[in-house]
């Protein structure tokens, strides 16, 4: 199948406004990928009265980045079976809901530039295959055989998983949207939502340009707006927007080789395939203040080519024809926010996935329907509630730790 080249989503224009209706059974605030995800798996259940609001059009924030990685190599037990879920739905989508997303199969190939970075990914690959996935550490030639671009001298090894790979993020947002509509599942676009009401921790209504909704659930996935959503209703949602970019280099003569999904673990510098004839590149600049700022810029590009000349040398002055620039909805630790709220009874969120809500979409879409439903999730999220940065976790096993024992940890990358 031939894949599609990213390019920058760009605006789109408002159409005439649709009035919202009177009342909802659920309101989920956010037409990205997480939104897509819940309303899809909401619908499925055959919960009614399923309303999404997105302020622009679906996929417009974060989950309008051209390629998004998918991926179950992480360092701790809960999010490499968040990871290991969605990647299991990921290669299903086809069938279920149904839609080409353009799944590359191509692999993760983590770089590692000394013995401590070795050692600290030798303990999660062990960690990743006891929960059955096939990751190992391979050695430099292995790697380089893998990603011609690398010089072997430049590392000492690398984390591999096979079963890895990237997607495109938009055809998944459609795709679960028009699978939710077809089960009878409600969305408005261009309906930001300017006020949430509640009373007594109990809530009453959702607030829009277009109309009131009254409600009893609202469930927050407005990325990285999704701290001020929040404090509509009086929940804080530690979240923080941050600029992160990408490059693309267009056709190449000749046309680069099928590579896996191939990242430095010091500088974060990555690069992978775009459609058959071109690159991807994208670093986290360390210099980015946060902000809502997304307009791109070739600065970061100075310490990204200085990185990978470490590495890879002959992408070191790779031409890079445009650009684009998206935000991160990141928290302190870097790991999702994923419960209830616990002053307001039925505001359930799912959000700050600093990097790692495409990957965990599917998963958490299925989380946060058990929840909504009070079924028995795969696994408990306790430990990814917002209290943790308060003092206050979700019902979820000793101190906050999740049934298996498990904490989120700072992810790798």
């Known amino acids: 199948m031939e894949r599609r080249t990213a390019t920058d989503p760009g605006p789109h224009p408002a159409p005439d406004p649709v009035p919202v209706p009177d009342r909802a059974d659920v309101v989920i605030v956010g037409g990205g990928i997480i939104g897509a995800s819940i309303a899809f798996h909401l619908a499925e ?116 998983c096979p079963t890895d790979g990237y997607a495109l993020p938009e055809a998944a947002v459609t795709g679960y949207l028009r699978a939710a509509v077809r089960r009878g599942a409600a969305v408005r676009t261009h309906c930001p939502v300017t006020a949430i009401d509640t009373r007594g921790g109990t809530l009453g209504a959702v607030r829009t340009p277009h109309g009131t909704v009254h409600t009893g659930t609202v469930i927050c996935c407005a990325g990285a707006w999704s701290q001020e959503v929040g404090a509509m209703a009086g929940v804080r949602l530690p979240v923080t927007p941050l600029r992160r970019q990408i490059a693309l280099t267009g056709p190449l003569d000749p046309p680069p080789p099928r590579i896996p999904f191939t990242l430095d673990h010091a500088s974060t510098a990555y690069f992978h395939n775009d459609g058959a004839d071109g690159l991807l590149l994208g670093m986290s600049d360390p210099r980015q203040e946060p902000g809502f700022a997304r307009d791109f810029s070739r600065e970061w590009l100075e310490p990204f080519r200085e990185a990978v000349g470490r590495r890879a040398p002959a992408l070191a002055g790779v031409p890079v024809r445009h650009g684009w620039a998206g ?43 058990d929840l909504y439903l009070g079924r028995e999730p795969f696994l408990d999220a306790g430990p990814l509630a917002a209290g943790r940065f308060d003092g206050r976790t979700a019902d979820a096993g000793e101190e906050g730790a999740g049934h298996d024992g498990t904490r989120p940890e700072a992810h790798i990358i």
Do not use: M
Not at 340 to 367: I, K, M
């Open 327 to 369: 935000l991160y909805e990141t928290t302190p630790d870097n790991n999702a926010l994923i419960g209830e709220a616990a002053d307001v009874h039925r505001f359930l969120y799912a959000t700050g996935f600093s990097g790692h809500g495409f990957l965990q979409a599917p998963a958490v879409g299925e989380l946060i329907r």
């Open 45 to 160: 259940a055959g919960v009614g009265g399923v309303l999404l609001l997105e302020r622009d059009r679906p996929a417009a924030g974060s989950s309008g980045k051209p390629i998004g990685g998918v991926r179950a190599q992480f360092s701790d037990p809960l999010n490499i079976r968040i990871g290991l879920r969605s990647l299991e739905a990921w290669r299903a989508f086809g069938t279920r809901p149904g839609a080409d997303i353009g799944l590359a199969s191509v692999g993760y190939l983590f770089l590692l530039g000394d013995d401590t970075e070795r050692a600290l990914f030798e303990d999660s690959v062990a960690v990743q295959n006891a929960l059955g996935v096939p990751s190992r550490i391979i050695g430099p030639a292995e790697a380089a055989a893998l990603c011609p671009y690398l010089d072997p001298d430049g590392i000492v090894a690398a984390a591999h």
